[in-house]
């Protein structure tokens, strides 16, 4: 693994469907980050982990929910996907929440 | 009520001029600028930043200049390359545990 790893890369799903979109890291960052971007509206954030055992919500934080048992993974779980949530979802990690953050390669996600 | 704006959606440049983008924000607490470049189907990629306390940062052929009065910033890249061509997003942090806000970036198209 190198930097920060999506997956999936892509997802079609349907409505009402829970859904996981992963995201690890291997730079041993404490912080993570998930935004979403939308056309138009450039990306948001969704929720936030400063390290290890905590999260905090973002700016777009409705119908998605987040844990950080580790370093190393930051999974973004849609409990009852809709299709407003068709959305790019990027993960990012940065070594502290003061520091610049680095992106993933992102999940396309389409909800019908 | 957008915080960073990017007012142009898109900007086109001949190979070899100069490429302006610009960002306007509108909330004086923010201390911390970044520029963020995206490619199609990739994750954005941190470009440059500059700190409030500071009014340029170069590097190379980037160079971000920052006017806190006017409360604008514009990323300078100099001479423009194709390779150049991408979407780029300005975002703003408030604080050292303050959240990064995006714009919604400028599609910068450079033709050889």
């Known amino acids: 693994i190198a930097g920060i790893t999506q997956a999936p890369t892509s997802q079609i799903l349907a409505a009402g469907r829970r859904m996981t979109l992963r995201c690890t890291q291997d730079?041993?960052?404490?912080?993570m980050y998930w935004y979403r971007q939308d056309l138009g509206l450039g990306l948001r954030l969704i929720h936030y982990?400063?390290?290890?055992?905590?999260?905090g919500k973002g700016e777009v934080p409705d119908g998605y929910s987040v844990s950080r048992a580790n370093t190393d993974d930051f999974p973004l779980t849609l409990a009852s996907a809709v299709p407003s949530q068709t959305s790019v979802y990027f993960c990012?990690?940065?070594?502290?929440?003061?520091?610049?953050?680095?992106f993933g390669p992102g999940t396309r996600l389409l909800v019908l | 009520d957008q915080q960073v704006k990017q007012n142009s959606p898109s900007l086109s440049v001949q190979e070899g001029r100069i490429s302006i983008l610009n960002c306007d924000y509108t909330?004086?607490?923010?201390?911390?600028f970044l520029w963020y470049k995206k490619y199609p189907a990739e994750g954005p990629t941190f470009l440059i930043s500059?700190?409030?306390?500071?009014d340029k940062n170069e590097d190379g052929r980037f160079t971000v200049f920052l006017n806190k009065s006017a409360k604008h910033l514009s990323l300078h890249i100099v001479p423009s390359q194709p390779g150049d061509s991408a979407v780029y997003f300005c975002?703003?942090?408030?604080?050292?545990?303050?959240?990064?806000?995006f714009g919604k970036g400028t599609k910068l198209s450079v033709k050889p």
């Open positions: 990012a990690t940065s070594p502290s929440r003061s520091e610049t953050q680095y």
């Open positions: 730079m041993r960052h404490n912080a």
């Open positions: 982990s400063n390290t290890a055992g905590t999260t």
């Open positions: 909330n004086s607490m923010f201390d911390y």
């Open positions: 500059i700190s409030s306390i500071k």
């Open positions: 975002a703003a942090r408030g604080g050292s545990q303050g959240n990064l806000i």
